[in-house]
């Protein structure tokens, strides 16, 4: 269903100022939002046909509720937050998940990851994870379980009056502490578990590989890789200069024309099955499951 822009920009307005009202008045218990939805919901659905304007407004005050109430779901802090237990930041043993790599530095890995457990008590909470570099050990892999006994700190308020907060900017993502792990304070456990994150990093190794060891040129191996893998590294930087001065570059960006472009790449060459029975519906299908299998590919980058 297609709604006008008359009724979906108020709604998508009142969603945000949702949101905004939860940042301004957090102490807010979230049943009274949630007791004000249902009501609204109810008398919305109760009123007859002919009161509109009325119907209206208590469907945008449902929306409104349902703003707050999603923001204060996704930041809510349950029991077992590490916030709200202290104990959390000693030096007990600790059980976190790699969600997430962040970026890479030459002296550490950063990555996001997931309290699991402090001594014999479940915690929870995500953290920001700084692994220092060691050519003995390897870098975490996404999904693993970690055990450290390293203490959990705040994280740095900028330095400078008036700089980019990275504190501020990681309380947006839930992420409130961090961990400095090293070969000393922390063991990497052998999960025999095959998550998703997992099956999909090792799905792009495979076609990393397959496309390093295939006979095209380095040249082309490095836009196939920038295409389907969002592998920018794999261009060189001569190469970059020269689709910038082009004007050419934002073909390698993740956007919507790249996401055309791989459209139209699949319907040329799966363009023989229209020749079948039910093969423009293959077609279609193959493309479909091929463009939600990308945003995997793109998100679980193994370090």
């Not at 999909?200 to 380095?218: P, Q, V, Y």
Request: glycine share 4%; hydrophobic share 45%.
């Amino acid at each position: 269903m297609h709604l006008p822009r008359s009724i979906l920009y108020p709604l998508v307005v009142l969603f945000s100022l949702g949101g905004i009202c939860f940042y301004l008045f957090k102490n807010v218990p979230p049943w009274f939002f949630l007791i004000l939805f249902s009501i609204f919901l109810a008398s919305a659905l109760l009123l007859r046909s002919s009161q509109r304007k009325l119907k209206s407004l208590l469907l945008y005050a449902c929306y409104f509720s349902a703003g707050y109430l999603n923001f204060q779901a996704y930041y809510h802090q349950d029991k077992t937050h590490y916030l709200q237990n202290p104990s959390s930041a000693s030096s007990e043993f600790k059980k976190i998940e790699v969600l997430e790599k962040l970026h890479e530095t030459s002296f550490s890995y950063a990555y996001i990851a997931e309290l699991k457990s402090t001594g014999t008590r479940p915690a929870s909470g995500k953290l920001i994870v700084y692994q220092e570099k060691d050519s003995l050990i390897e870098a975490f892999s996404l999904g693993q379980k970690i055990i450290t006994a390293a203490p959990l700190f705040p994280i740095d308020e900028p330095r400078n009056p008036g700089a980019f907060s990275y504190k501020k900017y990681l309380e947006n993502l839930a992420v409130y502490g961090q961990l400095e792990l090293n070969t000393k304070n922390a063991l990497g456990l052998k999960s025999t578990e095959t998550s998703l994150q997992n099956r999909m990093a090792h799905l792009r190794k495979l076609l990393l590989s397959k496309i390093e060891n295939s006979t095209l040129r380095n040249e082309s191996k490095g836009i196939l890789q920038a295409l389907l893998l969002a592998e920018r590294k794999a261009i060189g930087e001569e190469q970059i200069e020269d689709y910038a001065r082009a004007g050419v570059l934002h073909l390698l960006a993740l956007s919507g024309l790249h996401i055309g472009l791989i459209v139209e790449l699949l319907l040329l060459l799966l363009s023989p099955f229209l020749r079948f029975r039910y093969g423009n519906f293959f077609r279609l299908t193959s493309i479909l499951v091929f463009l939600w299998l990308l945003p995997f590919l793109w998100a679980y980058r193994p370090p």
